[in-house]
């Protein structure tokens, strides 16, 4: 069964800094892999989809890198701002049609 | 014009109840979810829909029963209402699975 970890936990940076968020997964047969940010009390917004044959995708201020092979992805965030505060969560889609989601890393810029 | 849609978005109700909570998008999309995201915040997949075909039915308890009636609207009806089941419930949709998934503002459930 796939399991998706995502670290650090929590993460509190000052504005402007760069920053990365890590993502592993445990069974490297994934379809695509999915970002998403999570503002409290909201629902999910998609950031970036990173199909299986990629090994990056870009948006704005946010690249997303794929290693299938060592069951890695990261999520690179550029110059961060106060607004870039939320839950960020990193979502895997196996086989089985589903999204399997880590835990999410809670990320707070301060200005 | 919001993309999917739920109703409602609070649900306060007493341990025993039956309840639905309704999903709507209008993406023209093939595929529809649910997902159950508990006090730790953690997201679970429930359901999956295509084409109004069930695809997916995780280990959810039989008195969670979906409901598709076309292909824009996936319904979510608990029967028997537990402590357990509060939590918050959202509906998600994609053109086909494995495309990117778009997410509902979600239902705040809370069972007294």
């Known amino acids: 069964k796939q399991e998706v970890t995502q670290i650090p936990a929590a993460l509190s940076v000052p504005e402007g800094e760069n920053l990365v968020l890590n993502c592993s997964f445990t069974?490297?047969?994934?379809?695509?892999l999915q970002w998403f940010r999570q503002d409290p009390g909201k629902g999910l917004t998609s950031l970036l989809l990173?199909?299986?044959?990629?090994r990056e995708q870009t948006s704005g201020r946010l690249n997303a890198s794929l290693d299938k092979s060592s069951g890695r992805s990261t999520l690179y965030i550029a110059a961060s701002q106060p607004g870039d505060s939320a839950t960020y969560l990193c979502?895997?889609?196996?086989?089985?049609?589903?999204?399997?989601f880590g835990k999410g890393t809670s990320l707070l810029v301060t200005p | 014009d919001t993309a999917v849609s739920q109703t409602p978005k609070y649900l306060v109700t007493q341990m025993g109840n039956d309840k639905s909570i309704k999903c709507e998008q209008n993406?023209?999309?093939?595929?529809m979810y649910w997902y159950k995201q508990d006090s730790k915040k953690f997201l679970k997949i429930m359901f999956s829909?295509?084409?109004?075909?069930?695809?997916i039915n995780e280990t959810v308890p039989n008195r969670f029963s979906p409901k598709s009636p076309d292909k824009a609207h996936l319904n979510l009806h608990i029967n028997s209402l537990e402590l357990g089941d509060s939590a918050v419930y959202f509906c998600?949709?994609?053109?086909?699975?494995?495309?990117?998934?778009?997410f509902g503002p979600g239902t705040r459930l809370l069972v007294l």
């Open positions: 998600a949709s994609s053109q086909a699975h494995g495309e990117t998934q778009y």
């Open positions: 990173i199909q299986s044959s990629q």
């Open positions: 829909y295509n084409n109004k075909e069930l695809i």
């Open positions: 069974d490297s047969a994934i379809y695509n």
């Open positions: 993406l023209g999309h093939d595929t």
């Open positions: 979502a895997v889609y196996d086989s089985g049609y589903a999204l399997n």
